[in-house]
């Protein structure tokens, strides 16, 4: 208790009595002690000073003119004076008083008769000897949970940490993965399409069918891996989108027509009910849109029931967004599963178990317009139907825009390979139906656009080297093709050859065989934005 002798002690005294508190001064006084003595004489005023000051140490008497200690203590321990020790002055010496005081909180108890000042300083110093105990076991405690706090929350980062690794581990492996499934299949899809195309006259109609079963199969399977592969695109942040204006009348209208087959094996009608106002164009890209718009057609055919009704129609929302409905007279969900109709891996219409998919496709849908500032949701009857719709945000041209016509836009193919196949031709026999400029190697290329400007570019290689990694990324680079889409169409080579390539810059690797509406679905879309 010496090292608190010298350390300066705020004392708050609470006595009634003139004389007895002048005693108490005198014994404080003959102390020693560095004491600052703070006097009040009614319980009111001890209360009042004590919500605004903080004290050391309190002594009080048990008995004062309007209240009593215990109340006292039960008013200071609510305020900042709450671990302030406290001292108890009696008249009387009865046990259960005694108790009585120590569980109201106070630090300890004598009968004024008893106090003299030796005992009084080695009780004020024994207060505060207790007080800073129990302050550093205080603060000892709620170091200790700190640190556990913080521990527990070193553990929430690195199993954090762990698991973005391991889901950017899941992604590459779900790209890669897809890469390698579709390198073949495309190569057996195309395979059997120029099998279809060019030998129909001597295929048997046995081994017709089996060439249909291949390409049906296939096509599916690849439509599987493509869904994967957007999703996993999607929960990376990879996923590109080319926002524009876009027209939803014609994107309704091919949507129609890409399902018309579908719905024709469904035994479903498709309607498509125009409003006689003029559609303004939205803003969304116009791929992504059809593919949301495909899918949820494509559902409510596969879903209906037979010789059921698909009416697709729209309406304008506050003259900012688009509402595209998709109605069904089809199965229904069940309302107390309406709520994971958009969760991955969700199948549930058990009744149509054997639709063939994957259960991805409305995630994605929804992830996608989420993306795209749009809406997709959805409302559902047991039995009756369900209607999808979307809401798309109307597109407002800027300013300073300037839109090139249509008529200035050039296709450039760029055949680096002089070797004729029958790939090739089919590729070639794609380009028809198109005005194109044919060059013969990169090297004329990146002249070329060093005065002229192109809208697409298409690229024919048979293998790669240096020289061609090389002149593609110059050609990247060029100021005129910084922004324009570059797409390789390569013949032999590998995986670690395609991501060379892609690491010039160039948008997009195409492994031979490719299927020539699948061409002439990139050159659409790249030469109309």
Wanted: aromatic residues 6%.
């Amino acid at each position: 208790m010496m090292q608190y002798e010298n350390e300066h002690i705020n004392l708050l005294l609470i006595e009634g009595d003139d004389n007895v508190r002048s005693t108490f001064k005198s014994y404080i006084n003959d102390s020693g002690l560095n004491i600052t003595t703070t006097e009040v004489i009614d319980g009111t005023s001890a209360i009042s000073i004590c919500k605004i000051n903080r004290f050391d140490c309190i002594l009080l008497d048990y008995d004062l003119s309007d209240t009593n200690a215990l109340k006292i203590l039960s008013s200071l321990h609510k305020g900042i004076n709450t671990s302030t020790p406290a001292i108890v002055f009696t008249e009387s010496e009865k046990k259960s008083l005694d108790l009585e005081i120590l569980e109201a909180g106070a630090i300890d108890f004598i009968a004024k008769q008893d106090c003299n000042t030796i005992l009084l300083k080695q009780l004020i110093l024994y207060a505060l000897v207790r007080n800073r105990y129990q302050e550093s076991q205080t603060e000892y405690i709620e170091q200790q949970r700190q640190n556990k706090e913080q521990e527990r929350l070193n553990c929430v980062l690195v199993a954090m940490e762990r698991a973005e690794a391991a889901n950017e581990a899941k992604t590459q492996f779900i790209s890669s993965m897809s890469h390698e499934l579709r390198t073949p299949l495309n190569a057996i899809l195309g395979f059997t399409q120029l099998l279809e195309r060019k030998q129909k006259k001597s295929i048997e109609n046995e081994q017709g069918e089996f060439i249909q079963e291949i390409l049906k199969a296939g096509t599916h399977l690849l439509n599987l891996i493509n869904e994967v592969l957007d999703l996993s695109k999607i929960e990376a942040g990879q996923l590109k989108f080319n926002m524009g204006s876009v027209d939803p009348d014609n994107i309704i209208l091919d949507c129609q027509s890409l399902t018309s087959n579908l719905a024709k094996q469904y035994n479903c009608t498709v309607t498509y009910q125009k409003p006689k106002f003029e559609l303004s164009p939205v803003l969304s890209d116009p791929v992504r849109l059809k593919q949301v718009l495909l899918n949820l057609i494509t559902n409510a055919i596969k879903y209906n029931k037979d010789h059921g009704q698909v009416t697709i129609s729209y309406k304008l929302l506050n003259h900012s967004h688009l509402k595209i409905n998709v109605a069904d007279t089809g199965i229904g969900i069940d309302p107390d599963r309406i709520s994971e109709v958009f969760e991955p891996f969700s199948r549930l219409n058990e009744t149509k178990a054997n639709i063939e998919g994957t259960g991805i496709g409305l995630t994605i849908a929804h992830k996608m317009m989420a993306l795209m500032n749009g809406k997709i949701d959805v409302i559902s009857k047991l039995n009756i139907g369900s209607n999808f719709w979307l809401e798309v945000p109307l597109y407002s041209p800027l300013d300073n825009l300037k839109i090139t016509d249509k008529s200035l836009k050039k296709l450039l193919v760029i055949d680096c390979n002089s070797k004729s196949n029958q790939s090739k031709d089919s590729i070639l026999d794609a380009l028809k139906s198109y005005s194109f400029l044919e060059l013969d190697s990169l090297d004329k290329g990146i002249l070329w656009t060093k005065n002229q400007l192109a809208s697409f570019v298409l690229v024919y290689i048979h293998s790669i080297d240096d020289s061609l990694l090389q002149n593609l990324n110059l050609f990247k680079q060029s100021a005129n093709m910084a922004s324009i889409p570059i797409i390789v169409i390569a013949q032999n080579i590998t995986n670690n050859e395609t991501t060379h390539i892609l690491n010039t810059g160039v948008d997009q690797c195409l492994c031979e065989p490719i299927e020539p509406h699948i061409l002439k679905n990139i050159i659409d879309y790249n030469m109309k934005n």
